[in-house]
């Protein structure tokens, strides 16, 4: 065989094979993602602090409101952060918001909770400007908010057959159990 028709062979086969991976990566990246890997990386993005025990607002705020963005951006994009806020891990496929859920109920579940978790962080930055007598209902309307988020989606990951999470204000924390020194 002449030198450049072996070189044109060679050359077709190589750019078949560049096509053929281009198309795999496309249909992959096009592939939805399922709705269990998602509430799957939602269970990892809740498991941190801000979701276990009672609200504390006299402790630092900013670090929870960094949690709750943190988590909520998870919700939005489908990609998990630590809490440096940089992304550890991400979901297979294309995930485009809550509405790429398929399933309708888990789908409300989702965007109530965003709802819920805007309302966590917009509650949260008020306590610094609301008089003292209103603190405590501030403080009640997060732990409530945060309730109803773990509740609501406990049923999303029980259906998964994921661990469920202690519901936040039923946590008793080391600090209420530990007894005073004697």
Do not use: C
Request: aromatic share 10%; no cysteine; charged share 30%.
């Amino acid at each position: 065989m002449d030198e450049w028709k072996l070189t044109a062979v060679k050359s077709l086969i190589g750019l078949t094979g560049a096509g053929v991976g281009a198309l795999v990566n496309h249909v992959w990246q096009r592939r939805n993602t399922s709705d269990r890997e998602l509430f799957l990386l939602l269970r990892q993005a809740f498991d941190r602090p801000a979701f276990r025990g009672p609200y504390m607002y006299q402790s630092d705020h900013s670090a929870f409101q960094e949690a709750v963005t943190i988590v909520l951006k998870t919700v939005e994009t489908g990609k998990y952060f630590d809490r440096d806020g940089k992304e550890v891990g991400e979901l297979d496929g294309r995930y485009r918001g809550p509405f790429s859920i398929r399933n309708h109920s888990r789908r409300k579940v989702l965007e109530d909770v965003r709802d819920r978790l805007q309302r966590i962080l917009h509650f949260s930055k008020q306590i610094a400007k609301v008089p003292k007598e209103n603190v405590a209902e501030i403080v009640k309307r997060i732990d409530d908010d945060r309730d109803v988020v773990v509740r609501s989606l406990n049923g999303v990951w029980k259906s998964f057959g994921f661990v469920e999470m202690r519901i936040p204000t039923e946590v008793i924390l080391y600090e209420e159990v530990r007894e005073p020194p004697a």
